[in-house]
Every structure is written in structure tokens, then in C-alpha cells.
């Protein structure tokens, strides 16, 4: 019996996706006297997933493959899933982690569950709390068949390092010929991507115009977090399509959510429900943001944000 | 070219979302329902693409008879012809061996599914459905081109976007991006007229189990009031996140 995880790196460093995972496996591992397994599909520091709770961790060498490669990854982890005997696979929320679920839930013949937000509550049948309704609410949902993949919603459960046997081997890549060519992957300029920042600082319309930007930019820095925008703003192109967050742009899990300047329609509330702690800065006391929020401050984002950076900055150096 | 676009009806995104008094269910009651926001970027994509490159564009849901104002709105919008494949969904792998049987049926060129529906966010479909194809699948689509047998695109990743390439037939996860907002089509009357003579087809669904069912459901708890600081105490909010949230 096993619980697979499917890890994923960045320079060598499992991402931090990856960890909770790793963290919610070790529990599941735990309940059900399993072992828990890691897959990584790179060089990486094999310590640090023992230490995060791994027992077996499997190294797979994709040499000529550098990017991300569905099939030959979906491929490679049922057939590790199958080895190992594995009753769970669990995938981050990540864009790898979602686009692999469903395609190696088919191959391993397993039932998918998506946006896991909690350990199971039982395990015969597997059962488990799922966000839906884009955050506005939650199915209990039990796998019909005797393995699960299960995607576990990003900052859902937290890391919590608890140190595994760590034992590493080696599994081929799968040679399966790939339909698809990814031909260029582009990165963007921001350093932080949203689904990796612990905080992330979004604009809205109430920020006038495109030329004020820096303001997010400047208090996004000094926080070191991701920024983002509601959807009218992405709508009359101040911003990328890609920082658009709600329930039609991305979905934003981090600790801390700052609005600026946003009203706070249901659709944009629901896409960044999942955030821990949500800050809001608006002139407009009726806002519906106010009632979602758990700190506001009442006040023009032109006065209160420059204030915002300076005692941040001040914060910093004492 | 033939292409399919998958649809599926949800909640309008304003809904309030309520459980009925045994949470069980999902309350319908008073429930607007829409194409789901990344099957209509689809949709449009599909449209263009008939415009193009004379392609044949069929919709297609699972659903019982509820679901056909929003097959006719395909319709007005453009779509050549609608399926419905009468059956209640009941998770995303029931859905997808539907649209399996009825793809070995009918062959396409292109099957359009959105990234998720905005009602159980599953994702699964489209990745599910091309892989009991055997077919190449990209998700999180944000551009696409076709050029003869060979379909370029482009998929939205954390930080950045993936360039691919591959030969058709494809499957897709459409989402905004694929299509500007501002470019989905609005039904025109004439749409609207035209759609009434456009054929709306009833299939048999295939005898299956799903593999998950929905035990209950539950509302997220209820947050408590904000609290509010006024302009000249920022560093009140300040100290509330560090010492209080310990998020700073």
C-alpha cells in the first residue's frame, strides 16, 4: 500500500506546493499504514523530501524531455502507482499538478477528485471535503473505486515537516511518443507567480489608470508578493489577462490578500475566497468587499497606499 | 473541419449558492443558468474558426431537457448544429465516456471543453475525455491557431505560457484568453430566428457508473465583521497583521 505524491521543483527545490503535499500524504500515509512515495521528475535534493516525510522517493531522468511532457509524466506515475500499489496518488493544484489528474486518474482506472481542502474523513469509502461552487461551497464527496488521485487545493493544509525513511531508486521514463510538441515556454517578468506568493497585492478599477500601477508594483515589492487585478481591469487591457483573479481569471490561495481599489463583486470574492487573511483599502465604505474582508481601512488608495509603503519599509528595518 | 464544443450549464457567476434543508443537494430553486464561461471563450474560438475556415461547429451537453435554452443560445450564437445527451451528469467521468461514445461515433478535428465549470471546478473532462481518445490535450488554452492538419497553441502555466504544437485532432481546455472578453458573441435577433430551424438532436446516453458520488454538501462558515482602521492609523492594520493574522 502507498500514497503517491508527484513533486514538483524548481531549481532543484521541491516548490512549496509540493511540500504541503508531501505533509497531507504523510498523514493519509499514517492513517492507513502506507508508505509514502515521491515522484520527481529532475535532479533535486532528495534530503529535503525525505525530511518533509518521504519513505520512497523515485528519481525519473527525462534527459532529452525539459519541459513538462503529459503523457510520458502521466505515464511514468501509473506505472510507479501500479508498482508501489498505490490506493491514493495526490497532485498539487498547480497547472502540472491539474492538467496531469484526470489523464493519469484514466490510465490507473482510478477515481479524480479535485480541490481537496481537508484529510479525508474516511477512508472505506475514500471520502473527502472538495471546494466547488468556486469557493462558495463544499462537497463531501466518496471514491467509487478502490484508488483515488486526488488534486489538494493549494494552501489547504500547510507544511509540516515530519521526516519519512527516504529511501531513493530510480524509475525509467516512459518512452510512450509524445502527440504534443512544446515547441517554447515563456516566463513572465514578475518574480513571484500568484500560485506560489504567500501574499498577493491586487488592483482594481479604483486605481484610475494603468499609470498608477506602481503603487501595486511598489507595495508588492516591498511585501515581496505576487500582484494582481480584478476583471475590468485585465477587460480594458491596464493589465495581462494572466493576473486577472476570480472566478473566470486565476484562483488565489495565498495567507494574505490585499485589495486596492476593489469593489468586491460575488465572482471576484469567490475566485480569492480560499486567501487566509484578506485586507481591503477602498473610499467607498458600502464596498461589498467590507463584508468579506477581516481589515479595511476606509480611504483613498493615493494616500493611504504611499503611507502603507513607507511604514512597511520602516517595519522592515527595525 | 469538424469541431466539437463541449457545454455545460451552470449557475449564472452572480448565483448565491445554497444547499437544499438535507444538503444533498444543490438549491435550484430560482437559479439562472448559463454557458459555462470557459466553454463560451470555446465557443466563440469555434465560431471564428467557422468564419475562417468553414468549419462545422456542433454543441454538445449532458443534460436533461433544462439544459436546451442554452443549446438554442449556442445556436443564435453560431453553433451549425446541437446535441444533447439525455442523461442527469454525475461526475466528471460519467461525462466524459459520454462524450467519448459519441466522438467514436462522429469523428471531429477539435473538441472544445473549457478548463472547468464554474460549478464543481472539477478540470476533468477535457484531460479525461483525451485520454480515453488517446488524443493530444492542452488546458488552460489561451491561443489558438490552425494551420492545415496542424493546430498551434498556447497554454497558461504558473508565471508564464507553454507553446505547442500538435496534429488534429486536438482537445482543449478553453479559457478568457483564447477569445478577448469583449469579442464573445452576443446573439443577434437574426441569430435568435435562424436558431429555431438549426438542428437540436436527443442521443441515448451509454449505461455507466460513476466513480464518486456527492455524500453532502456544506456552506463555508460565516466570517466574522471586518475590522476597520481608520486613514491615519495604518499602523494599527500594520500591527493586526503581525501580531494578531501573523502574516506580515
Redo the contacts between chains.
Keep these: 500500500m502507498a500514497v503517491v505524491t508527484f513533486i514538483e521543483t524548481h531549481n532543484g527545490k521541491a516548490s512549496k506546493a509540493s511540500l504541503e503535499l508531501l505533509s497531507y500524504g504523510r498523514s493519509m500515509a499514517a492513517a492507513t499504514s502506507a508508505s509514502l512515495v515521491a515522484v520527481i521528475f529532475s535532479d533535486s535534493d532528495t534530503q529535503e523530501l525525505k525530511d518533509h516525510g518521504a519513505d520512497v522517493i523515485y528519481t525519473v531522468d527525462t534527459a532529452s524531455d525539459s519541459y513538462f511532457n503529459l503523457e510520458r509524466y502521466s505515464t511514468t506515475l501509473a506505472e510507479i502507482s501500479a508498482l508501489e500499489k498505490a490506493t491514493l496518488v495526490v497532485v498539487s493544484s498547480s497547472s502540472e499538478g491539474r492538467y496531469l489528474g484526470p489523464s493519469l486518474a484514466v490510465k490507473t482506472e482510478a477515481t479524480y477528485l479535485s480541490n481537496a481542502v481537508a484529510l479525508p474523513t474516511a477512508y472505506n469509502p475514500f471520502t473527502v471535503k472538495q471546494s466547488c461552487f468556486t469557493n462558495k461551497g463544499f462537497a463531501i464527496s466518496e471514491s467509487l473505486s478502490s484508488s483515488t488521485v486526488l488534486s489538494l487545493s493549494s494552501n489547504s493544509f500547510g507544511i509540516h515537516p515530519q521526516p519519512g525513511r527516504g529511501e531513493v531508486k530510480t524509475h525509467p521514463y516512459a518512452s510512450t511518443q509524445s502527440k504534443l510538441e512544446v515547441t517554447k515556454v515563456e516566463h513572465a517578468q514578475e518574480s513571484i507567480s500568484i500560485a506560489d506568493a504567500d501574499i498577493v497585492v491586487s488592483g482594481g478599477r479604483g486605481l484610475k489608470g494603468p499609470e498608477h500601477w506602481h503603487l501595486i508594483e511598489d507595495l508588492a515589492s516591498t511585501l515581496g508578493a505576487a500582484t494582481a487585478c480584478s476583471k475590468p481591469v485585465s477587460d480594458l487591457g491596464w493589465r495581462p489577462h494572466s493576473e486577472h483573479v476570480g472566478q473566470t481569471g486565476k484562483p488565489v490561495a495565498s495567507n494574505l490578500y490585499i485589495a486596492i481599489g476593489i469593489s468586491g463583486a460575488i465572482q471576484h470574492l469567490a475566485g480569492i475566497n480560499a486567501s487566509k487573511v484578506k485586507v481591503v483599502i477602498n473610499n467607498d465604505p458600502e464596498a461589498p468587499f467590507f463584508k468579506a474582508a477581516d481589515y479595511g481601512i476606509v480611504g483613498d488608495a493615493f494616500e493611504v497606499v504611499p503611507v502603507l509603503i513607507e511604514k512597511l519599509k520602516a517595519l522592515k528595518k527595525a | 473541419m469538424k469541431i466539437l464544443v463541449c457545454i455545460s450549464c451552470v449557475?449564472d457567476?452572480?448565483t448565491?449558492?445554497n444547499?437544499t434543508a438535507d444538503q444533498k443537494a444543490?438549491e435550484t430553486q430560482g437559479v439562472q443558468y448559463i454557458i459555462n464561461?470557459?466553454d463560451e471563450f470555446g465557443l466563440t474560438r469555434a465560431i471564428r474558426l467557422q468564419q475562417s475556415h468553414g468549419a462545422h461547429v456542433t454543441v454538445v451537453t449532458v443534460g436533461d431537457v433544462s439544459c436546451e435554452p442554452i443549446l438554442r443560445k449556442c445556436l443564435a450564437i453560431g453553433a451549425d448544429a446541437a446535441l444533447r445527451i439525455d442523461t442527469q451528469p454525475q461526475d466528471?467521468?460519467f461525462v466524459?465516456k459520454q462524450l467519448e461514445a459519441l466522438c467514436q461515433k462522429q469523428s471531429f478535428d477539435l473538441i472544445l471543453t473549457g478548463r472547468e465549470s464554474?460549478?464543481?471546478?472539477?478540470?476533468?473532462?477535457?484531460?479525461?475525455l483525451?485520454?480515453?481518445l488517446n488524443?493530444?490535450?492542452?488546458?488552460?488554452c489561451?491561443g489558438l491557431e490552425i494551420n492545415g492538419d496542424e493546430a498551434i497553441m498556447q497554454?497558461?502555466?504558473?508565471?508564464?505560457?507553454?507553446?505547442?504544437?500538435?496534429?488534429l485532432p486536438?482537445v482543449l481546455g478553453a479559457?478568457?484568453?483564447l477569445v478577448e472578453?469583449?469579442d464573445l458573441i452576443i446573439p443577434n435577433m437574426r441569430g435568435i430566428m435562424q436558431a429555431r430551424q438549426k438542428p437540436l438532436t436527443v442521443e441515448a446516453p451509454v449505461a455507466l457508473?460513476?466513480?464518486?458520488?456527492?455524500?453532502?454538501?456544506?456552506?463555508?462558515e460565516a466570517?466574522?465583521p471586518?475590522?476597520?482602521?481608520?486613514?491615519s492609523d495604518?499602523?494599527g492594520?500594520?500591527n493586526?497583521?503581525?501580531n494578531q493574522?501573523k502574516?506580515?
Design positions: 449557475p457567476t452572480t448565491k449558492i444547499f444543490f464561461p470557459n466528471g467521468y466524459s464554474i460549478d464543481y471546478n472539477g478540470g476533468m473532462v477535457g484531460g479525461m483525451a485520454t480515453l488524443l493530444p490535450f492542452v488546458t488552460h489561451v497554454r497558461e502555466i504558473d508565471g508564464g505560457k507553454e507553446h505547442t504544437k500538435a496534429n486536438v479559457q478568457k484568453g472578453e469583449k457508473d460513476p466513480r464518486s458520488q456527492i455524500e453532502h454538501y456544506e456552506k463555508p466570517r466574522g471586518v475590522t476597520l482602521f481608520d486613514l495604518v499602523d492594520l500594520l493586526a497583521l503581525q493574522a502574516v506580515l
